[in-house]
């Protein structure tokens, strides 16, 4: 029998939090329909560029699901050029898509410093980017 989780402070919509709803949508509980919003894919991809997103899905134990692993590598189809264009941070996005596939990454998420490396990693590049284009007074 396993342990009840502690609470949670995210706050509920109907019972629910916004990470099960977005979930949800395009992880149907209903495999049938598993695939069935194209739409809804690149909103769930984009969140994959976000370190502390990825550590919560290893949280709740997706990224230990095998259907859950299989359908993250369904939606590599988005590194193709055709697909590319509807993601707003491709280069993230795609980073994570693409850590995800290896079983040893979806370990080390749960690791805050993990998460930390990552997050860091990103404001990084993002200084790096905007001092090459001299925005922000960035040099």
């Known amino acids: 029998m396993t342990e009840p989780s502690p609470p949670s402070t995210e706050p ?4 629910y ?4 709803l977005e979930l949800e949508v395009v992880f149907p509980s209903t ?3 598993q695939h069935a919003d194209i739409g809804a894919h ?8 976000n370190p502390w997103y990825l ?3 290893a949280t709740q134990k997706l990224l230990q699901d095998p259907s859950f692993v299989a359908y993250l590598n369904y939606l590599q ?3 193709k050029p055709e697909y590319t264009k509807y993601l707003t941070y491709p280069g993230p996005t795609l980073k994570a898509l693409q850590l995800l596939q290896q079983e040893r990454f979806r370990k080390d998420i749960l ?13 990084i590049a993002t200084l790096g980017d ?3 284009k001299g925005v922000g007074g960035v040099s």
Do not use: D, I, K, W
Not at 12 to 15: E, F, I, L, N
Not at 17 to 20: D, N, P, Q, V, Y
Not at 42 to 49: K, R, T
């Open 12 to 15: 509920q919509y109907v019972g």
């Open 77 to 79: 189809y988005f590194s």
């Open 111 to 123: 690791s805050p410093e993990t998460v930390g490396r990552m997050v860091e990693g990103g404001v």
């Open 17 to 20: 939090t916004r990470f099960e």
């Open 31 to 33: 495999r049938s329909q």
């Open 55 to 57: 550590n919560h899905l």
């Open 42 to 49: 690149p909103q769930f991809v984009q969140c994959l560029a």
């Open 130 to 132: 905007a001092a090459a």
